[in-house]
């Protein structure tokens, strides 16, 4: 479980978590650019990691190597709005082979893509936190020992509240 107040509860643990810089807000008014961290239950899709940077996360969900080359559409006008897209790639994207550390390891969750819907957010990962725990772009980020672990403990989804 996920808190507005920045709490990772996990297994009768609590972790200092960043999430999103517009703060946390009901699923049904999430918007694409709001930096805003959706209120819903989010189930881990796939866990993505940087092999040149550390071995692959133990965790209860299939793991994928990164490569320079991906990406992720988050161009609402663009049909592969909510996907992972292989660069260079014409619309607004995101880089996953980031020069600082904060996707060396990525937990996709499962935000508005069961059907993808224009608009209502996208990218929404579980990822490294900033040494500073500044705010994220939407996501829920972990200081690296503790992602690493909740992986390991076979953590399935999380819930926003």
Same mark, same amino acid.
């Given at each position: 479980?996920?808190?507005?107040?920045?709490?990772?509860?996990?297994?009768?643990?609590?972790?200092?978590?960043?999430?999103?810089?517009?703060?946390?807000?009901?699923?049904?008014?999430?918007?694409?650019?709001?930096?805003?961290?959706?209120?819903?239950?989010?189930?881990?899709?796939?866990?993505?990691?940087?092999?040149?940077?550390?071995?692959?996360?133990?965790?209860?969900?299939?793991?994928?190597?990164?490569?320079?080359?991906?990406?992720?559409?988050?161009? @609402?006008?663009?049909?592969?709005?909510? +996907? !992972?897209?292989?660069? %260079?790639?014409? &619309?607004?994207?995101?880089?996953?082979? $980031? /020069?600082?550390?904060?996707?060396?390891?990525?937990?996709?969750?499962?935000?508005?893509?069961?059907?993808?819907?224009?608009?209502?957010?996208? @990218?929404?990962?579980?990822?490294?936190? +900033? !040494?500073?725990?500044? %705010?994220?772009? &939407?996501?829920?980020?972990?200081?690296? $020992? /503790?992602?690493?672990?909740?992986?390991?403990?076979?953590?399935?989804?999380?819930?926003?509240?």
């Amino acid at each position: 479980m996920v808190t507005p107040e920045g709490h990772f509860r996990f297994e009768g643990q609590t972790l200092r978590c960043a999430l999103g810089k517009g703060g946390v807000v009901p699923a049904t008014r999430k918007q694409e650019g709001d930096g805003a961290t959706p209120a819903a239950r989010l189930p881990l899709r796939r866990v993505l990691y940087r092999a040149d940077r550390g071995p692959a996360p133990a965790c209860a969900v299939a793991v994928e190597p990164l490569d320079p080359a991906d990406g992720w559409c988050d161009d @609402a006008a663009d049909r592969a709005y909510n +996907r !992972p897209v292989r660069l %260079p790639f014409s &619309g607004r994207h995101e880089v996953l082979w $980031r /020069d600082d550390a904060v996707y060396d390891v990525i937990g996709v969750l499962g935000w508005n893509d069961e059907p993808v819907e224009r608009g209502r957010g996208s @990218a929404i990962f579980l990822h490294l936190a +900033r !040494p500073d725990f500044s %705010p994220t772009e &939407g996501c829920v980020a972990l200081e690296g $020992r /503790d992602l690493r672990a909740v992986l390991a403990r076979g953590l399935r989804g999380i819930a926003v509240l």
